[in-house]
């Protein structure tokens, strides 16, 4: 079992920056790819950014150039660097993590969520 746990959203202003970070917790063999999902009023989820765990990362069109994701393995955690933030930038982030359990299967799991609004 893996436990993600968000922090840092917010409120922030149009053009300002913000890092959100996801820790994970929980006895499990390995945890693999880890990312950023958002999902806004009305919309579904959808993906920000993934990082594998040898740090290969995947983006957005729509946050290309002004996110980036990072991770600390040794400290099982996620990072998520916005900066230029935009109004449509608005949502609840989620942090995601695929795992491996001790059985060899693969498990995906999810945090509670974080806000981050962007408004002046």
């Known amino acids: 079992q893996l436990q993600l746990v968000e922090s840092g959203g917010g409120l922030v202003q149009p053009g300002g920056s913000l890092r959100l970070s996801c820790a994970a917790s929980g006895v499990i063999f390995s945890i693999n790819t880890m990312g950023w999902y958002r999902q806004a009023p009305g919309k579904q989820r959808e993906l920000v950014a993934t990082?594998?765990?040898?740090?290969?990362?995947n983006y957005a069109d729509s946050v290309k150039g002004r996110f980036t994701i990072s991770r600390d393995n040794a400290k099982s955690t996620v990072y998520l660097q916005m900066n230029s933030l935009k109004p449509e930038d608005t949502a609840v982030y989620y942090c995601?993590?695929?795992?491996?359990?001790?059985?060899?299967?693969?498990?995906?799991?999810w945090g509670q969520g974080t806000q981050l609004t962007v408004s002046s």
């Open positions: 995601n993590a695929a795992a491996t359990g001790w059985n060899r299967n693969e498990y995906y799991y």
């Open positions: 990082i594998t765990i040898g740090g290969t990362t």
